[in-house]
């Protein structure tokens, strides 16, 4: 694979030792190259970008309101469509799971509607991370988090699956243990006119307790349990990702335990928990099946 040398996040960020969103983010940028605008919510994401005066990225960021990043991306490209610049510079949205699942929606879906050119990218670790791990609509079932002292009783919401509803030609799901899979779609992503939506699991390890030497381990547990598929939709069509495509067979599937009882933020793995993930992920691979066939 042809992977692009130069970087574009300068050593030493404050993100966390082992951080998958660090990860995730220089891969990204990597994959869309140095003609390329961000536009970041409050997040950890932010906190690695650095204090006011300092940035740690190459490629120029605005940073913007929480709920406003569809809106803030919309802004930029019709500032760049002004300048006839919009075919050349690629602008790029990326979001934790807080500020897209739950606060950002409405600007985001607004943004997609109105078919704004961008590729928007939601790092999910799962939980509001930068203020201490309260529970988003993204935490999975059964995840402490300071707002689910008990465990979160409700599974993730399916926001791939909500952007998919948008009609929007290309969304992907992507998983910081796959960094070449993510490159490939950011690639793929900036070729695209309109929308696009990558969807990507981000290992924590301060937010999900496991040491931060894991975070690759954990992530491909993610996928090779089933819990986390790698797919893209293209013009609405299903395709399950290489490293996710063994697992269409159940005898495939490594037990849900040996990803839930890696991480500290799992404290309860008896029978009920484990039972609802079995169904859920049941479910899941039921239903891409399903979309494989069609
Ligand atoms: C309107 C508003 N509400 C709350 C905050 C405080 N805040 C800053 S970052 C953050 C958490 C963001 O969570 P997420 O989007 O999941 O990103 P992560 O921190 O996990 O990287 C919160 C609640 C804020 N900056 N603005
Ligand atoms: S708290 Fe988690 S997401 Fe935030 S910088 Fe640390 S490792 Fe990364
Ligand atoms: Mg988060």
């Excluded at 300068?10 to 994959?31: D, Q």
């Excluded at 988090?145 to 969304?171: L, N, Q």
Aim: charged share 25%.
């Amino acid at each position: 694979m042809d992977l692009r040398e130069e970087e574009f996040i300068y050593p030493g960020t404050r993100a966390c030792a082992g951080c998958g969103m660090a990860l995730i983010y220089r891969m990204a940028l990597k994959a869309l190259g140095p003609k390329t605008i961000g536009t970041v919510p409050a997040s950890c994401l932010t906190v690695l970008h650095g204090m006011q005066g300092f940035c740690s990225t190459k490629i120029s960021v605005l940073h913007t309101p929480f709920a406003t990043t569809g809106a803030a991306a919309s802004g930029i490209l019709g500032s760049l469509e002004a300048k006839g610049l919009d075919d050349e510079i690629c602008v790029l949205a990326f979001a934790g799971d807080g500020g897209t699942t739950d606060i950002g929606i409405q600007a985001l879906s607004g943004a997609v509607e109105r078919g704004t050119n961008f590729v928007y990218a939601c790092y999910d670790n799962e939980a509001y991370m930068n203020t201490g791990v309260q529970r988003s609509g993204s935490t999975p079932l059964g995840a402490y988090s300071t707002t689910t002292p008990g465990g979160k009783t409700t599974h993730k919401k399916d926001m791939p699956k909500i952007m998919e509803a948008h009609g929007i030609p290309y969304v992907a799901t992507a998983n910081a243990a796959y960094p070449l899979d993510l490159y490939e779609k950011f690639q793929k992503a900036r070729k695209i006119k309109g929308p696009k939506y990558i969807h990507i699991l981000a290992p924590c390890p301060p937010g999900w307790g496991f040491d931060p030497k894991d975070t690759i381990k954990i992530g491909r547990l993610a996928n090779e349990t089933g819990f986390w598929p790698l797919y893209e939709v293209v013009d609405g069509i299903f395709y399950l990702s290489k490293k996710s495509k063994k697992l269409l067979n159940r005898e495939n599937r490594k037990p849900i335990q040996d990803y839930l009882g890696s991480q500290k933020r799992f404290r309860d793995l008896g029978e009920n928990i484990i039972k609802a993930y079995n169904e859920y992920i049941d479910n899941l691979w039921k239903n891409i099946e399903k979309r494989i066939e069609e």
